[in-house]
């Protein structure tokens, strides 16, 4: 009986029923002294059960947008265990990352957010993610301008800009005391609203999608990248050209991303 | 030749005629493009729970409408500064499109400079074994205080809402020692109680909430408030009917309904541990948005505000009304019937009201 237009449960089945839109934030947290096997062997379990959950009884066509860590890796589980589900429906959350990049370029040019676009976050919701800003611009009174040339501090953005933006997370829990909630729910929304309703003209976003082998990523991991939507579906911006810099750093990773997808299968055999 | 000049002089007017016209267009074209100027909005007792989950609403535009940008100050105490500047962080970390700027200080002159919103969540709280006094007495000058620095560096029409509870005598401290703040623009929180009000209607029926209005809290946002749903409705298929009739069960709500309202924040700390953080934060968006754009057509809400002695309720304590919102001020709506046994609810919650008023002031002494 749908009472009230809130479902509150513990029974995985009566929480899937019918859903159009999951948001897996649920997970075993890294406690003290856990090692990086025993976290991922918690989570593959958790997965591997919620793929199935969902795949029964969600509703047709149903957006997943997993969250909690490793969310790249839950991602690839849950695609694993519930076939049946679309691979494109499937994404993990890299969106906290893309906005905190957009949050240091806005502080750094003392701008306001809502000019600063087009950054992109590559790969894995991790410390080796990639936060680029090689395609990312202001907007100006002179028209849109690339933040590299407004920035003018290469050693910055391919230094210090990148590795906080990279350990971020570790910043807030250690002002906080608890993990970014606040932020990570709102990347949250702007995940699935851009996903749903479209992204702007001109505008792409972060999304931990399935790889088709874009950008010589290996096809298979669920890899971020730089992607608009239309309709309900994401895209994955092509064409970008890519320096030597970046190059490792794509790989190095999707490298990560590869040796973390070992890891979550030696866990289930 | 003649009609050759003439002919000219008609095109040239002509042309500077249009000209002028596609001015006119174009200019405001962009001037309805063009933003809004951005709206300050003060947050007291922002790195705690209530404020955490207040202020990325007011990002979001929850409080104030999807167009409106707005800049954020938060005031918390020395103890706090760290975990406010982590809230901090995680707001520039949202990249939030309207907000664009933050504030994040222990300085209440800083926090105060400039602000046309201001939201107290900051209060002490009660522990355990403490008096009634000593929590008074500490909110007492804690209201004293702040309510001098709103005075001096908020804007002018600075609109105040206090949250922090005791809030109806936190609210009538800071007005009684803000005495340039217009005594309309000081409020206190009831529309929480006024929302739970309408929950609880709405799962009784099993209706949508969005169905149910018009209830009315009376009083102090205290466990003497009198949830009124004599002049509340629904709205069905065949038109507005009146809860009273729908329930068709006075028992409940004369009772149970009563007491579940009232005594929501205490069945929310049960559950969670921890008090009522996200509805606070809801309701508290929801009473700036209506004071600010405006009642719906045929709705009023619930706003604790300096009392004018309407329905016979003392003048001079902030008590709870209900109102209607238009072009920014609040209007207590009058001549709803009064039945006895709402008649000493009034009474009963106004003569706590007016307890906490010579406690509150016993402490200044």
């Not at chain 2, 002028?20 to 947050?43: G, N």
Request: include cysteine; proline fraction near 4%.
């Amino acid at each position: 009986m749908i009472a009230s237009g809130v479902v509150a449960t513990t029974d995985v089945v009566e929480a899937c029923t019918g859903v159009n839109i999951a948001v897996m934030v649920g997970g075993f947290p890294r406690k003290e002294g856990m090692e990086r096997k025993d976290v991922m062997s918690k989570n593959v379990a958790i997965y591997k059960s919620q793929a199935s959950a969902l795949e029964k009884h969600a509703a047709a066509n149903c957006k997943v947008l997993v969250v909690a860590n490793p969310a790249n890796t839950n991602a690839l589980i849950l695609k694993e265990f519930a076939p049946s589900i679309p691979e494109k429906n499937i994404s993990c959350l890299t969106r906290l990352d893309h906005n905190r990049a957009l949050g240091q370029i806005s502080e750094r040019l003392n701008v306001p957010v809502s000019d600063v676009k087009n950054v992109i976050i590559w790969g894995n919701h991790s410390s080796t993610q990639y936060p680029d800003v090689n395609h990312a611009t202001v907007k100006t009174p002179a028209g849109e301008k690339p933040v590299r040339v407004l920035v003018a501090n290469d050693e910055w953005l391919n230094g210090e800009f990148i590795t906080t933006v990279q350990q971020r997370g570790a910043a807030i829990i250690k002002a906080r005391k608890l993990s970014s909630a606040l932020s990570a729910a709102s990347s949250a929304c702007d995940h699935i609203r851009d996903w749903v309703l479209g992204t702007p003209e001109g505008t792409w976003v972060s999304m931990g999608v399935y790889s088709d082998g874009s950008y010589n990523v290996p096809a298979g991991l669920i890899y971020s990248f730089p992607v608009t939507c239309c309709n309900g579906q994401w895209t994955i911006v092509q064409g970008l050209p890519i320096d030597e810099l970046s190059r490792k750093k794509l790989d190095l990773t999707a490298e990560e991303l590869s040796e973390e997808k070992a890891l979550a299968y030696s866990c289930l055999s | 030749m003649v009609s050759v000049d003439r002919s000219l002089f008609v095109f040239n007017t002509l042309a500077l005629f249009r000209s002028y016209r596609l001015f006119q267009i174009s200019l405001s074209l962009s001037l309805s493009t063009m933003a809004k100027e951005p709206v300050r909005v003060l947050v007291t007792g922002a790195a705690g729970q209530i404020g955490y989950a207040l202020v990325p609403m007011i990002a979001r535009g929850v409080m104030l409408g999807a167009d409106q940008p707005v800049i954020l100050h938060m005031l918390d105490i020395p103890p706090a500064a760290e975990a406010l500047n982590g809230v901090k962080m995680e707001l520039v970390d949202a990249a939030f499109p309207l907000l664009k700027g933050v504030v994040a200080t222990t300085d209440a002159i800083e926090a105060c400079t400039g602000v046309n919103i201001a939201v107290m969540v900051g209060g002490f709280p009660r522990k355990e074994g403490m008096e009634r006094k000593d929590v008074m007495s500490k909110n007492v000058a804690i209201y004293k205080s702040q309510a001098s620095a709103l005075e001096k560096h908020a804007a002018a029409n600075c609109k105040v809402l206090v949250v922090a509870n005791p809030a109806n005598t936190n609210a009538l401290i800071l007005k009684e020692f803000a005495p340039s703040i217009p005594e309309k623009n000081i409020t206190c929180l009831t529309r929480l109680d006024h929302n739970r009000a309408l929950g609880q209607v709405s799962e009784r029926l099993n209706v949508p909430v969005s169905d149910v209005k018009n209830v009315i809290i009376w009083g102090n946002h205290s466990s003497t408030q009198y949830p009124d749903v004599n002049h509340a409705t629904v709205t069905t298929s065949a038109g507005e009917k009146p809860v009273r009739q729908l329930v068709a069960d006075d028992e409940w709500l004369h009772g149970d309904f009563i007491s579940t309202v009232q005594q929501r924040g205490a069945a929310i700390i049960k559950a969670r541990k921890l008090s009522s953080a996200l509805s606070a934060a809801s309701s508290a968006c929801d009473h700036i948005r209506d004071w600010v754009l405006g009642t719906p057509e045929g709705t009023w809400v619930s706003m604790g505000v300096y009392s004018d002695g309407s329905y016979n309720v003392p003048a001079g304590l902030i008590y709870s009304f209900p109102v209607t919102c238009c072009n920014g001020d609040w209007t207590i709506v009058q001549g709803l019937a009064i039945d006895d046994l709402s008649r000493k609810k009034l009474d009963l919650t106004a003569e706590e009201l007016t307890e906490e008023k010579a406690l509150a002031y016993s402490c200044l002494t």
